[in-house]
């Protein structure tokens, strides 16, 4: 059976899935302002 | 001159941002590569009127990964900037919600919301068998049937991070999607051919049954223009499931641990719970609000598309190919038995409901 979560590896996915979430929304917000225009697919 | 103190706490800051770096510049170049391949080859095919199946560049990009992974020892110093693939794999399924607007599935009629519904619910239940029959680790059967169910690649790289699967396990899922979407676009078009299939009838089959959404609208515009419109409205809706049916998955793998582990339930399905799956639903609520325009909502699937793009790189990169072989061939065959009888079974619903109501 899996062990329980550290402290750690608990605040590390807090990290990174908050920082994802911030990282988008920030895109989203910069992209919406006009103020990047993204490299074409 | 900033005092020593100051110098002591942001020095190690720097550095551990610069070694991100090299890790970050090898998923980029991996996945250019691929991208180029891709492109590469599908317009020598075409310029030279070879018929080869488009194979998509997350394959190459996959590929050249595990070949460097595997065949090559790689320099320490890559593996910071390789281990953050996940984080791109998150940004990109949040900006992933601009291109799935829940309102999308009222566009469909009735009958054909009906199908997508049976269909998930149908692939979901045949996957998750057929992976207990063949014995296969829960959580790769998991990522097999979110495969197969909604949205191919994207599911899976979605279902992956929910769930906590092994890299293997998304790597032969992906795989197995992939090969058999390639094999989709000959084979769909000839199944219909000898059927006599109407274009909506076809497009409705080919939203429903191939998995990745480029394969399944390039099967419909293969057989038709309008198969093709049928197809994307079809797969837009299986699309717009993907948020549920990954957040059953999570749900239901958070349920496993905490039966087992936990006494505080609240405070473990809060840790469990992925919140950028949170951030995938806001992104798909302010679109359905009308919060961007047309050409933002392009620029948000393109940066998606890029963060992916980092990602696919990161999952061969990381895959170990011994313990792939160790796994066997069960995944590969569930897989294509699973592809086979859902490609049935959603001929059937379809055939049926052309006949009662002329879908």
Not at chain 2, 25 to 40: D, F, H, I, P
Not at chain 2, 136 to 153: D, H, Y
Not at chain 2, 297 to 306: D, E, P, Q, R, Y
Request: aromatic letters at 8%.
């Amino acid at each position: 059976m899996p062990n329980p979560p550290s402290r750690s590896s608990l605040a590390r996915s807090l990290t990174v899935d908050t920082g994802a979430v911030l990282l988008a929304f920030l895109l989203a917000a910069l992209v919406r302002s006009g103020l990047v225009k993204t490299i074409p697919w | 001159m900033s005092n020593p103190s100051e110098h002591a706490t942001t020095q190690p800051v720097l550095l551990r941002w610069a070694g991100y770096l090299p890790g970050l510049a090898l998923l980029a170049g991996v996945g250019l590569l691929g991208k180029l391949l891709e492109q590469t080859i599908n317009g020598y095919c075409k310029a030279h009127h070879i018929l080869f199946p488009n194979i998509e560049y997350v394959l190459w990009a996959i590929l050249i990964g595990l070949a460097l992974g595997n065949l090559v020892t790689l320099p320490r110093i890559f593996e910071a900037g390789v281990s953050t693939y996940e984080f791109w794999l998150k940004v990109g399924i949040v900006l992933l919600g601009a291109r799935f607007v829940l309102g999308d599935i009222l566009k469909l009629g009735g009958i054909s919301l009906i199908l997508v519904v049976i269909e998930i619910a149908g692939s979901l239940a045949l996957m998750l068998w057929l992976g207990r029959l063949f014995g296969l680790r829960p959580k790769l059967a998991s990522l097999l049937a979110v495969g197969t169910a909604v949205c191919g690649v994207s599911a899976i790289i979605a279902a992956r991070a929910s769930i906590d699967s092994e890299d293997e396990d998304s790597a032969v899922a992906i795989a197995a999607i992939l090969a058999l979407g390639a094999f989709a676009l000959f084979a769909f078009p000839m199944i219909g051919h000898a059927l006599h299939m109407g274009d909506r009838a076809f497009g409705v089959w080919t939203g429903l049954a191939v998995d990745n959404t480029a394969e399944a609208i390039a099967s419909g515009a293969i057989y038709s223009d309008t198969a093709g419109k049928i197809s994307v409205l079809v797969k837009t809706a299986r699309n717009a499931m993907i948020g549920f049916v990954v957040l059953g998955f999570a749900i239901y793998w958070s349920r496993q641990g905490l039966a087992h582990k936990v006494n505080n339930k609240a405070a473990f399905l809060v840790e469990k719970f992925p919140k950028f799956v949170l951030g995938f639903l806001a992104i798909s609520l302010l679109l359905s609000a009308h919060v961007f325009s047309k050409p933002q909502v392009a620029a948000l699937g393109n940066l998606s598309k890029w963060a992916f793009l980092l990602t696919f790189a990161g999952v061969g990169l990381r895959t170990n190919v011994r313990r792939l072989f160790d796994q066997g061939i069960r995944p590969l065959v569930v897989g294509a038995l699973g592809e086979v009888l859902i490609a049935f079974l959603t001929l059937g619903l379809v055939l049926g409901a052309n006949a009662i109501w002329g879908v």
